[in-house]
């Protein structure tokens, strides 16, 4: 579809990661944006805001009045949502994201997609902000907002694209990995687990999805993956891409070393098929941010930059809102935010901050927001992914009115099982019930980690309040 600017572009399910983000690229671009939503919140409700955009809330009918030249469709809305009721009855020209950003960002520019089950967000920041830094101009979509850049977007002005990509399905009119619309040329493929297990039934699903990258890839792309992955190792006979490289530990082309935690900062060495790359810095804790830095470090390699460029660029990487994001410190306590809310995702954030805050207890607060989160498909998986903490503070599913109640998640279950393995954890009825468990037992040289993937009903600030003026 040619659109011109000025022409008025209205995204609903706008405060989605990606949503946000296309909404300011096309912003950028002289498109008059309007959006809706039904529960906001930051970071990227305050990125709209900082962009002029307003949040139209609910969504009903009548947010398409005055009538927009197109509308693009977020992967959270259902054809009996109000809105898109009304759409569907409209004569308005519509897409999705995926498609969206295809046609009309990405094009036919070196497209480089960040995939896997964890670390994405974390690894198109990096690889946004080395590619700025070596001048390579590129424009990125990232899932979350890099401190680096202060927003999650920026348009291209050279020949490289930089996305994360989603394997979550595109939109309701088309049940296909977002990834598969993003033209990919250049893949990391950080990690494959089961997920989303309110759209794929098992982990074969999870694995059928993957498999449409490897094969979108092509011949003359690259394609770097983390070779001690067994699930990645099961399907790279479905990639034909001649630079296909590992990276990790252990028996990888891309082969790490000497890891070391200094303080703040991350050392560690890595090497190609034997010959010396050399040391690398990165502030960011845990041997999955190595990972992710090293896989970042492998794409450039393949691209000819300049390595020594990119040991700059790393080292002054400042890391990623919600992603390990030191909230305050109040009377000694640190308070740090973080994303992670599958279990592998929770224990080796843990693992990570305790090698980077040695010594200080850990105080573990969670929500189970995530479709995932919410289901009883790891229920006992995180117990192992919180015994890095010293305490544990649950709070109650987010919202499982849709679920079967077989289906659902128990944040009782879980703090008894806690409980009958010694470790102090309790589950919560309210946000105030937590603030309050954890401003009775936190002392000062502490860590508190608040992990959801939502607004957790304003937590964050509460906390901070509470921990200053203690009991």
Not at 319 to 346: M, N, S, Y
Request: charged content about 25%.
């Amino acid at each position: 579809m040619n659109l011109k600017p000025g022409s008025h572009i209205h995204l609903m399910g706008i405060c989605g990661t990606a949503m946000a983000s296309l909404a300011g690229l096309l912003k950028d671009r002289g498109f008059q944006i309007t959006g809706s939503d039904s529960n906001p919140y930051p970071p990227m409700s305050t990125q709209l805001e900082s962009l002029g955009i307003s949040i139209m809330k609910p969504y009903r009918a009548e947010n398409l009045n005055p009538k927009p030249d197109f509308v693009i469709v977020g992967n959270v809305i259902s054809k009996t949502n109000p809105e898109a009721a009304e759409l569907l009855k409209s004569d308005i020209p519509f897409t999705s994201l995926p498609q969206a950003m295809g046609e009309f960002i990405i094009e036919d520019r070196e497209s480089i997609v960040i995939a896997g089950t964890h670390g994405k967000t974390t690894t198109t920041s990096l690889m946004s902000w080395v590619a700025t830094e070596l001048g390579v101009q590129p424009g990125f979509l990232i899932g979350g907002i890099a401190k680096n850049f202060s927003k999650s977007f920026q348009n291209p002005r050279g020949n490289y694209f930089v996305i994360e990509g989603d394997e979550y399905d595109t939109a309701f009119f088309d049940k296909v990995p977002k990834f598969t619309h993003y033209r990919p040329k250049h893949v990391i493929l950080t990690s494959v687990e089961f997920d989303h297990a309110d759209i794929y039934k098992d982990l074969d699903a999870v694995k059928s999805a993957f498999r449409l990258l490897l094969k979108k890839t092509p011949k003359n792309g690259t394609f770097l993956y983390w070779g001690e992955d067994a699930n990645i190792r099961s399907l790279i006979a479905d990639c034909l891409t001649v630079k296909k490289y590992s990276y990790g530990f252990q028996g990888c082309d891309y082969l790490i070393s000497g890891t070391k935690t200094q303080g703040e900062t991350t050392e560690f060495k890595v090497s190609f098929q034997g010959s010396d790359l050399g040391i690398f810095h990165v502030p960011l804790s845990g041997q999955y941010n190595v990972l992710n830095a090293t896989a970042v470090i492998g794409l450039c390699h393949q691209q000819g930059w300049d390595l020594e460029k990119v040991k700059v660029a790393l080292k002054s990487f400042l890391g990623v809102k919600r992603r390990q994001e030191v909230l305050g410190e109040p009377r000694g306590i640190l308070v740090i935010e973080d994303f992670a809310h599958h279990p592998t995702a929770v224990k080796e954030t843990l693992r990570g901050l305790k090698e980077k805050y040695p010594g200080r207890r850990v105080h573990a607060i969670f929500e189970p927001r995530s479709a995932t989160s919410r289901r009883k498909v790891f229920q006992k998986d995180y117990v192992q992914a919180f015994k890095q903490s010293e305490f544990t503070y649950l709070a109650q599913a987010f919202d499982t009115s849709k679920i079967d109640e077989s289906e659902r998640f128990s944040s009782q279950e879980l703090s008894q099982d806690l409980r009958e393995q010694s470790m102090k954890a309790h589950d919560f009825a309210t946000v105030d019930e937590i603030v309050n468990a954890v401003t009775g037992e936190a002392k000062p040289g502490d860590m508190v980690v608040v992990m959801s993937n939502g607004g957790f009903e304003g937590i964050y600030q509460k906390l901070l309040l509470s921990l200053e003026k203690g009991l």
